[in-house]
């Protein structure tokens, strides 16, 4: 019989705690939840919960902005961004624009930009390094386009400074993520997809304190799905951890609830044996006998025990010669 091996998995997709409407409610329904939070029978576990989210939300949210704000080589066309992405109306925009293309015209500006941009303005700006720019009508959705254009690109070097900052990934494995010979809406996907894994590890990193050994393996699983699948912010990515590495977080965190898959032999001959662990009781004539319990006594001697029940238990098929 082989030996059996553990193999655990961090299930990750970042989820926030912001309420979403669902429908109409009628008067009646209204006036049964108000009559219900007057009487005080609401549970506050649930208002506990999302406070939590909220609390956990906003801390991933600060770090992601600090992300943003640490680049110091900000190219004339990033800084410009910076400046117009407020801008208030369509007249407003089309001024801008008008200003800074007659000044690169009249030669009165010469703005240095980043290789490799690929906007409308940053070609602009290029070619008015040898006095010689085309023409450019500011007129229907052309405005919205450059700005899309530089937002894009300044986007893009930012979550590219992260990953290869943070050495979690190379600029050759990123290229499907940043290329411009794709059409913007292709673009506005790719830069999803990097703000998807950017949260992804953010969210590692601050909730779970996990370090570079880690995240580095983490990143290339999210870069592979993406560079073969679509942006999809739901699915769940299974990253692997060792035991060692979730200890400390799991005996200062106090789970309510262990999930364990236990897989022995490869291929048709695997076999896989789920067991779930929780604080609370299935049924409540579990706490008056031990059936299905278990201690941590054992591992944790001098501290007060915790009683785990166990919830399900589930095993594959095994096939007998």
């Not at 999302?50 to 600090?66: F, G, N, Q, R, Y």
């Not at 500006?109 to 409308?120: A, D, E, N, V, Y």
């Not at 590890?201 to 995240?215: G, P």
């Not at 977080?249 to 309510?256: I, N, W």
Request: contains cysteine.
């Amino acid at each position: 019989m082989p030996i059996l091996g553990t193999s655990q998995t961090i299930p990750c997709c970042p989820a926030t705690g912001t309420l979403k409407k669902e429908g109409t409610r009628d008067r009646g329904e209204n006036q049964k939840d108000l009559k219900k939070k007057l009487d005080g029978s609401c549970v506050s576990g649930n208002r506990n919960g999302m406070e939590k989210i909220k609390c956990d939300t906003e801390a991933v949210d600060s770090s992601i902005k600090s992300i943003f704000s640490e680049r110091g080589d900000l190219d004339f066309a990033e800084q410009l961004w910076c400046k117009m992405k407020c801008v208030s109306s369509y007249q407003e925009l089309i001024a801008c624009f008008t200003l800074v293309l007659e000044s690169l015209e009249c030669g009165e500006i010469q703005p240095w930009i980043h290789h490799g941009s690929g906007s409308l303005l940053s070609k602009l700006i290029q070619q008015s390094y040898h006095g010689k720019m085309e023409a450019v009508s500011l007129t229907g959705i052309t405005p919205v386009q450059m700005l899309l254009e530089i937002g894009l690109d300044k986007m893009k070097k930012d979550y590219v400074s992260f990953f290869i900052g943070q050495e979690l990934a190379t600029l050759t494995s990123l290229d499907c993520f940043i290329s411009t010979s794709v059409d913007l809406q292709e673009q506005v996907h790719c830069v999803q997809k990097l703000h998807h894994m950017l949260e992804i590890m953010v969210s590692c990193t601050v909730l779970l304190q996990f370090k570079h050994e880690s995240l580095f393996p983490w990143t290339q699983i999210c870069i592979k799905y993406y560079r073969e699948n679509p942006l999809d912010e739901k699915h769940v990515f299974q990253l692997p951890v060792s035991s060692a590495l979730v200890k400390t977080f799991c005996q200062d965190s106090h789970l309510e609830v262990w999930k364990v898959d236990i897989s022995s032999g490869h291929g048709p001959k695997e076999v896989k044996t789920t067991w779930q662990v929780s604080t609370n009781p299935p049924v409540e004539h579990m706490m008056s006998n031990s059936t299905g319990l278990l201690s941590d006594s054992t591992v944790n001697a001098g501290i007060e025990e915790k009683m785990y029940f166990i919830t399900v238990v589930k095993c594959s098929q095994v096939h007998f010669r």
